[in-house]
């Protein structure tokens, strides 16, 4: 554990990774009955 500040940051970075996975899943779910009538 040298770099407390870089793994600090990974875990940030995959935290907003993942909300906008969520996000982009949520509208994706939204948006997916309209795919299926077009």
């Known amino acids: 554990m040298c770099y407390p500040e870089v793994l600090l940051y990974m875990k940030a970075l995959k935290c ?6 969520e996000k982009s899943y949520i509208v994706f779910i939204q948006e997916e009955p309209l795919l299926k009538k077009a």
Not at 16 to 21: D, E, G, L, M, P
């Open 16 to 21: 907003s990774i993942n909300k906008w996975k």
